[in-house]
């Protein structure tokens, strides 16, 4: 979701660019202020606006141009005619009743499906049309996993011209929340936040044992709090933090791994979790401060878990502090940190004290982030600068919410052919067969699903898929809703730095210019919080309730931590083989057994 965080060296625009970045913001802002919109009005402008930036701006080969513009031409005169015609397609309830409206109707899916696949590539879209192929062909099924069969002004009516589907909550969340949170961080990244987040980390950890690997932790830490991509803070803090950790001496491949791991963290960092937060708001009907509040200490213990590896790593190389000639001064990390921390401040008071919706408070950010873009690092005003920096703030959010719309879109094809068949229902129960109606078994079972899915799909799409089959047999089986969806949550984000596809690890690993699997095994050790933390949750399920009970969820944080640090120094630290494999045992027993 992010764009260039330390950096604003980015490629000339045209300005046509420029001014569809500035509609997407002034659109998905005004939806904001301006009131209740009808669902089959704003989505499908959400989608409309969407289209010319993966089909067009991204387009590699002639090809995919001129394709790519008559696509998002017929695109948004079909979105177009969704939207006018909203209150009459309301009537419909879903129900085709004319062969111009079936027409749309396919184009729209398909539209989706070429959509999808250009932003992300093929898995997703496939995932779709196995579940669309199920729709159609499904009644044809013997036993259970049959379904008696789908009219098909029903089935595709429902998809397309009705407020679910393509223009489902989902996709709602996408127009009214997520959108929202993506412009916040490409006003952020545009201006200086990301230097006040490097210098910041800097000043904190830059002298300790290690200070290189944990300033990555650090940064990466806070940028993916607003940024919510794996691959986005490697691209953007590693290349300030992977250079440095090379320089002092530390091995390629822990330097690769450092910044892969820390990096992934950031999907599980509030506020934003990657999207995943205002996902998890609209599936589990929780409020977002309350899903904050849940998320952040297993978050707080992932980041810890990274830092007490580089520890351990310290008994097996000379992991130097960062030289003082490469730490900022007090008053620069004073300057820099503002570039952040009025948005922040400013964003969390109005959700805390202030009482307002997450997306309202983020649009107060939002301005209090443009103003900001004003200055620079030396604090001089500049309105030259501030008309480059919200240029690169608008085609980076522009961009962003096209990208995250497609793969939300794609992904709400998959939840209607689910709701539409029963399908979803038939999976929990064979996960419940399978696990022989035990919730570990299941937990297990689910858990592999999300690491297959997530290897091929956006973490936030193989959430959302994984949890609405297997979410339901986990609650059935006594896991409380909350941590149902964190559990999956969690594991889904397992193939950001698991072999075979691990996108985190590829991108530090060329940056590094190692081998990948060599940086990918540094990477599993150092983040063995990732395997563990969901597993711990289940068991000490007091650690998500820290708005609830926190005496209790920090005592079973403290509890997971320590046995996290044992077996984090068990897997890493050079110790006698037989001292490593009681620290691991002792510390799955601390987390696991009392």
């Not at 393509?166 to 961080?185: E, K, M, N, R, Y």
């Not at 990948?516 to 068991?539: R, T």
């Amino acid at each position: 979701m992010a764009g260039s965080a330390v950096g604003h060296d980015v490629p000339r625009i045209h300005p046509a660019w420029m001014l569809l970045g500035a509609v997407t913001v002034v659109f998905h802002l005004g939806l904001i202020f301006y009131g209740l919109t009808p669902a089959l009005v704003s989505r499908p402008i959400h989608m409309a606006l969407a289209l010319p930036w993966i089909l067009i701006f991204s387009a590699r080969t002639p090809y995919e141009r001129w394709s790519g513009w008559l696509l998002t031409v017929l695109g948004i005169a079909a979105c177009g005619y969704i939207a006018f015609n909203e209150e009459a397609l309301a009537n419909q309830y879903g129900f085709i009743d004319n062969d111009f409206q079936m027409l749309l109707g396919v184009f729209l899916i398909v539209l989706t499906l070429e959509t999808a696949r250009r932003a992300i590539g093929w898995p997703l879209p496939l995932v779709a049309v196995a579940a669309l192929a199920y729709a159609v062909f499904g009644e044809h099924i013997p036993g259970q996993f049959g379904h008696p069969g789908l009219p098909m002004q029903s089935f595709v009516g429902t998809l397309t011209i009705a407020e679910s589907g393509l223009w489902g909550s989902l996709t709602g969340v996408s127009v009214g929340v997520v959108a929202i949170f993506v412009i916040f961080g490409a006003v952020l990244n545009a201006g200086e936040a990301g230097r006040g987040f490097m210098n910041m980390a800097s000043a904190f950890a830059g002298r300790l044992t290690g200070g290189a690997a944990k300033v990555s932790v650090i940064s990466s830490a806070l940028m993916g709090s607003i940024s919510g991509s794996a691959s986005a803070n490697v691209a953007s803090t590693g290349a300030i933090t992977i250079p440095s950790m090379v320089r002092l001496g530390y091995p390629r491949t822990l330097a690769g791994g450092v910044e892969a791991v820390a990096s992934s963290g950031g999907q599980i960092m509030p506020p934003l979790m990657g999207a995943g937060a205002f996902v998890m708001v609209e599936l589990t009907g929780t409020p977002y401060t309350q899903i904050m509040a849940a998320a952040l200490l297993p978050a707080i213990l992932y980041f810890a878990t990274v830092w007490m590896g580089i520890n351990a790593y310290a008994t097996r190389h000379d992991l130097r502090p960062m030289a003082a000639a490469d730490q900022p001064s007090s008053k620069e990390v004073a300057i820099t940190s503002l570039f952040f921390a009025v948005p922040f401040v400013l964003l969390l008071e109005r959700i805390f004290l202030g009482g307002y919706t997450p997306q309202y408070a983020a649009s107060i950010a939002i301005f209090a982030g443009m103003l900001l873009l004003f200055f620079d690092v030396t604090l001089a005003f500049s309105a030259r600068g501030f008309t480059s920096r919200m240029a690169e703030a608008v085609v980076t959010a522009g961009r962003q919410v096209a990208v995250i719309g497609a793969i939300i879109i794609c992904a709400s094809l998959v939840i209607g052919v689910l709701s539409l068949t029963g399908l979803g229902v038939k999976i929990t129960s064979g996960i419940l067969s399978l696990s022989n109606e035990m919730l570990w078994p299941a937990l297990l079972l689910t858990a592999l699903a999300c690491l297959v899915l997530g290897m091929e799909v956006p973490t936030t799409a193989a959430y959302v898929i994984c949890v609405s089959v297997a979410g339901p047999a986990l609650t059935a089986l006594g896991l409380e809703p909350l941590l149902a969806h964190l559990f999956v949550f969690w594991f889904a984000l397992l193939s950001t730095i698991t072999p075979p596809v691990c996108g985190g690890v590829f991108i530090a690993a060329g940056m590094v210019g190692e081998n990948w699997l060599k940086v990918a095994m540094k990477a599993m050790a150092l983040g063995i919080g990732l395997y563990i933390i969901p597993l711990a949750m289940v068991a000490n399920p007091d650690v998500i309730r820290l708005a609830f009970d926190p005496f209790w969820a920090i005592f079973d944080a403290l509890k997971i931590a320590l046995g996290l640090v044992a077996i984090s120094y068990g897997v890493i630290a050079r110790r006698a083989a037989w001292l490593r494999v009681l620290l691991v045992v002792a510390g799955a027993l601390v987390i696991f057994a009392f």
